[in-house]
Each structure stands twice: as structure tokens, then as C-alpha cells.
């Protein structure tokens, strides 16, 4: 039997999966990578909610009907209560009592067992079948960028529970129960960290709530042992000591407290004993892992914007116009600002109308995949966790616009385009991101690009499609250059040296997206066909024409 509160925990427990699909939003699956099909996803509710009012509707004629019969029973009974035996002697009233207990009865009975729901429930089976509806996977994916943008915009729980994303307030609030499901999901993924921080917030949300829709003993259990494998034993103690205290006879606390008062015991026992006898630490491993730490929050700095390339760099870069020779830009020479020197690093503006912009995305959409990563192992495309984007391929001859976008690519970079790739256009949805990497082949990744035949990533061109309410810029973490998406703008620089060797400071990442949506289309350029047109700089002339 599922009690009153377990009904509410599920009804609850959906509100939440369609809560955060609906913010993190898209195919039948993966709801939580892209934006674009957010649409459909209202659109699923829009029918869910119809076959629920049409459902209650039904429902409530159904109980209309049986509280007239019981008003209709109950004013029957009434009267031959009035005087009993003058009623049973009379033998109409005899037979209208022993009617109105069998047939009629009969109908109340089966009005009272009727299966309403069954009609409803095959309905909303059918959309859930046949339209776009969050899995299991998705609740866990949305979970996840949401504990990812509180990480790398070090955004603080209550505020995000409140609704505020850099103290900007967008929509609802999250309530005990939302917050329950996060640390849940959270815990499911192994990451106690998060796991604690958004139980506490259930904990402190639970306790402004009026009507319970979560039970404090399961917030605590979740506490208790994410804070043992947090590592704080004590708190754990006094935690599992808090459950008991409401339900006493708890099988698992009872387990867990026996449990953590012999690790303590042992804990304090070693800590007496040889105090000074070290850990035994991998030197080796201690700092790689302390470099790749330090990495990550270089990264996540530059997402915030906290970090920028050093004064000797910044001081030197320009902002000029460039026609590159070509008498087709003479009218209109592109605008370029340097954004890093030495990997050069070019932001083009306005190279995207929006007429082009509105089409790339038109054609994209139907075909929008996840992202795919390829391992380095086997050359296989797989999805991963750290690329998280919906994408799509566009090749020149699918419409005027394309071709011209890859016109343009060849002119902005005078680079050819013959062996470059179909133009892959993106799109990220909150939290979305795409964490650093390089764009080029490492020597390692012997099956990359075999069968395109043109040799190795030369240059990137990144066509920004969309301005990006927060959050979502282009980092580089080994020289601290960043990005920021404007609409029709583009990014440029060479993966490769001149040598064909991969420039390691080429590595960059997209930084997940915090509020709005992000689309931005790749031009991958490759090396065959380029022997005789890389130029040294595509803003300076070569040293030996300056004076
Ligand atoms: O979206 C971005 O800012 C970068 C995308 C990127 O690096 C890639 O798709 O390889
Ligand atoms: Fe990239």
C-alpha cells in the first residue's frame, strides 16, 4: 500500500524530473543537453496536464454520482428510521429496502470499483511513448550541470534554491523535496560533496515547509553517511544519534552508529599511538594530482572571468581592419581584435548575418545528436559526460548560406577550405560545456581523422550564433585567454605549429552555460592544401616589410 506521503514524495519526485528537464533541457533521450527541444517538452506537458484536468473531471462526476446515491440512501434511511415498524409492514416499503440492497446496490459497488483511471492512464502511456519525455538519465544529467554551474560559478545553495543564479532571480523555487532529489542524484553519482550540501538545504527548507513531503530521517540517514565518507566521523555519530532520537528502532542507523563508533575508536587509537608516522603519500601522485586540481580551478576562474592573460601580452594586442589583398573585402574588410599572441588568437566581428544564422539553425535542428568525443584508444565516437551539447553537420551543398560560410572561413583565414570538414553546428543548453581539450590530433590518437585523408585539425574557426545571457565563454587555461560569445562573431587560431606539431596552449574548453543558450557552429581546417597559403600573422605584415 503507498502511503499519503509516499503519493506526494512520487508526485513530487515527478514535478522535480519535469522541473529540471524543463530548465536543462532535448530526442527522447538526453533531454538535458541542448535547448532546442524545450518546446517539445512543454509541449508533453501541455497534453500530460490535459489528460490530468480531463482525468479529475471524470473522476470528480464519478464521486458527484455516488454522494447522490449515499444523500439518496441516507434520506431513504431516514425516513423508515422514523418508524420502523410501520415501514417493514408495509410491502411496498419491503420491496423498495431489499431493492435498493441488491441491484441498485450493485451499481453503487460498481461505480465505486470503477477503473477511471485505466482510460487516462493508457493515454498518458501513449505520450510518454510517443513524445519527448526526461528518462531516469536525464533527472541524473540535469542534477549533475546543475551541481556543475554551483561549482564552477561558486554559487551558493540557498540562493540557488531561491531561484537566483548570480543574484539574478529567474524562476521558481526549489522546494525540500527538490532539493532531497538533488542530493540523492548526487549521491547515486558517488559525489558526497554535493550529496551534503543540497540534503542540509532539504534540512533547512523542510523546516519553513507547512506540510511535510519528506521525512526528516531520510534527510539525516543521507547526511550521516555522506559525512562519514566526507570523513568527519563525529558529525556522523551525532547525525545517526539525530535519527535515532526519531525513529529509534531504525535497522540501518542502528548498524551504521555501532559502525562509526568502532572507526572512531579505531581513529583515535591510531591517532595516539604514532601520530607522527605520515601517511604514506606517492609524492609522484601527489602532485599530479595537486597540478590537475590547480587546473581545473584555472579553468573554472577563466569562466568566471576572474582570470586574463598577463600586461606584457594584453598591452601589445590590436584591433584592426584587414582586407587581406582580397579586392571582394576591399568595400568591407573584416574587423579583427587579437585576443592572444603567440597561439595567435583572432576574434573576427560580424562575419554571420543573422539571415545566415536563423538558416544554419533551421537546417541543424532535425538532425541534432549529442556530442560525440572520439577515444583515443579505438577511434570510436562515444558520448561523454564532459562534452555535453547537441550537434549536427552541414555540408556546402545543402544550401547557398553554407557555402558562403565556408567562403568566408577561407577568406577570413586565406587558408583553402577543400580539405576542411562539414560545418558542425552546436548547441548547448544550461550547463552545457565541452571541458579542455585539444582540437588537433595528439600522436596518440593514431585513428583520428584516418579517414578524412587530409591530415591533422590545422585550425579552428568558431562562429559564435548566439549571445549568451551567462556564462558559456571559450577558455584557454595555459594562457589564461578567454572568450565571450557575441552573436555573428567568430574565433580563429591554428591548433598546429608550422612545424605540424600540436600547439599544447591551443587547449580550451566551453565553459558550462548559466543562464540562456548557446550555439555556435566549428569550421575544422586541415593540413593537406595548405603547404603554400598559411600566412605568418593574419592581421601584422611579415617582419621584413615593417620599418
Ligand atoms: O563552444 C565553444 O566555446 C568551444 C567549442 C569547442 O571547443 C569544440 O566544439 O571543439
Ligand atoms: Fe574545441
Known amino acids: 500500500m503507498v502511503s499519503y506521503k509516499m503519493e506526494i514524495r512520487y508526485a513530487a519526485t515527478f514535478t522535480v524530473i519535469f522541473y529540471l528537464s524543463l530548465l536543462f533541457s532535448s530526442s527522447r533521450c538526453d533531454?538535458?543537453?541542448?535547448?532546442?527541444?524545450?518546446?517539445?517538452?512543454?509541449?508533453?506537458?501541455?497534453?500530460?496536464?490535459?489528460?490530468?484536468?480531463?482525468?479529475?473531471?471524470?473522476?470528480?462526476?464519478?464521486?458527484?454520482?455516488?454522494?447522490?446515491?449515499?444523500?439518496?440512501?441516507?434520506?431513504?434511511?431516514?425516513?423508515?428510521?422514523?418508524?420502523?415498524?410501520?415501514?417493514v409492514s408495509n410491502p411496498i416499503n419491503a420491496y423498495v429496502l431489499v431493492k435498493k440492497l441488491s441491484t441498485d446496490w450493485q451499481q453503487v459497488e460498481a461505480l465505486m470499483s470503477a477503473d477511471v483511471a485505466a482510460d487516462y492512464m493508457s493515454n498518458i502511456t501513449y505520450i510518454?511513448?510517443?513524445?519527448?519525455?526526461?528518462?531516469?538519465?536525464?533527472?541524473?544529467?540535469?542534477?549533475?550541470?546543475?551541481?556543475?554551474?554551483?561549482?564552477?560559478y561558486q554559487l551558493d545553495t540557498s540562493s540557488l534554491a531561491r531561484g537566483e543564479l548570480n543574484g539574478v532571480k529567474y524562476g521558481a523555487e526549489l522546494t525540500a523535496t527538490d532539493c532531497f532529489e538533488l542530493g540523492r542524484q548526487s549521491y547515486n553519482n558517488g559525489d558526497y560533496h554535493h550529496t551534503l550540501l543540497w540534503m542540509r538545504e532539504a534540512d533547512l527548507r523542510l523546516n519553513q515547509e507547512s506540510n511535510d513531503t519528506i521525512d526528516r530521517s531520510e534527510i539525516l540517514e543521507y547526511l550521516a553517511f555522506s559525512t562519514y565518507k566526507e570523513g568527519n566521523i563525529p558529525l556522523a555519530l551525532d547525525l545517526t544519534n539525530k535519527l535515532l532520537e526519531i525513529i529509534p528502532s531504525h535497522p540501518r542507523a542502528l548498524g551504521n552508529k555501532v559502525y562509526y563508533e568502532d572507526e572512531l575508536e579505531k581513529y583515535n587509537r591510531f591517532k595516539r599511538k604514532g601520530e607522527q608516522e605520515d601517511e604514506n603519500i606517492d609524492e609522484a601522485d601527489y602532485v599530479e594530482s595537486m597540478a590537475s586540481h590547480n587546473q581545473h580551478h584555472i579553468y573554472e576562474a577563466l569562466c568566471r572571468g576572474e582570470l586574463s592573460p598577463p600586461i606584457e601580452i594584453t598591452s601589445q594586442l590590436k584591433c584592426v581592419y584587414v582586407n587581406h589583398g582580397n579586392p571582394f573585402l576591399l568595400l568591407a574588410p573584416f574587423k579583427v581584435e587579437e585576443a592572444y599572441f603567440n597561439p595567435n588568437i583572432y576574434i573576427f566581428y560580424d562575419v554571420m548575418s543573422d539571415a545566415e544564422i536563423e538558416t544554419v539553425k533551421r537546417l541543424a535542428t532535425p538532425r541534432f545528436r549529442r556530442a560525440t568525443v572520439q577515444n583515443s584508444e579505438t577511434g570510436e565516437l562515444e558520448i561523454a559526460h564532459y562534452r555535453i551539447s547537441k550537434s549536427a553537420w552541414l555540408r556546402d551543398i545543402e544550401h547557398k548560406y553554407i557555402a558562403d560560410i565556408s567562403q568566408r572561413a577561407s577568406d577570413m583565414s586565406m587558408l583553402s577550405m577543400e580539405s576542411a570538414e562539414e560545418l558542425q553546428v552546436v548547441n548547448y543548453g544550461i550547463g552545457g560545456h565541452y571541458e579542455p581539450h585539444f582540437d588537433f590530433a595528439r600522436k596518440d590518437e593514431k585513428h583520428a581523422f584516418k579517414d578524412l585523408g587530409s591530415g591533422n585539425r590545422i585550425a579552428t574557426i568558431l562562429f559564435y550564433m548566439s549571445d549568451v545571457a551567462q556564462g558559456g565563454a571559450t577558455v584557454f587555461p595555459n594562457i589564461l585567454a578567454s572568450v565571450w560569445p557575441k552573436k555573428g562573431s567568430a574565433v580563429f587560431w591554428y591548433n598546429l605549429h608550422d612545424s605540424g606539431e600540436g600547439d599544447i596552449n591551443t587547449r580550451h574548453a566551453a565553459c558550462p552555460v548559466l543562464a540562456g543558450s548557446k550555439w555556435v557552429s566549428n569550421k575544422w581546417i586541415h593540413e593537406r592544401d595548405?603547404?603554400?597559403?598559411?600566412?605568418?600573422?593574419?592581421?601584422?605584415?611579415?617582419?621584413?616589410?615593417t620599418t
Do not use: W
Request: proline letters at 6%; glycine letters at 2%.
Open 31 to 87: 533531454v538535458f543537453t541542448a535547448l532546442t527541444d524545450l518546446e517539445e517538452l512543454l509541449q508533453t506537458e501541455d497534453y500530460l496536464v490535459t489528460s490530468l484536468e480531463n482525468y479529475v473531471k471524470a473522476e470528480e462526476h464519478r464521486i458527484d454520482i455516488l454522494k447522490r446515491y449515499a444523500e439518496l440512501y441516507r434520506k431513504h434511511h431516514a425516513i423508515a428510521t422514523e418508524d420502523v415498524e410501520s415501514y
Open 128 to 152: 510518454k511513448e510517443n513524445m519527448k519525455f526526461p528518462t531516469p538519465e536525464d533527472l541524473n544529467g540535469a542534477a549533475m550541470a546543475l551541481t556543475r554551474l554551483q561549482d564552477t
Open 530 to 545: 595548405q603547404e603554400f597559403l598559411r600566412p605568418c600573422s593574419l592581421v601584422r605584415p611579415p617582419p621584413e616589410l
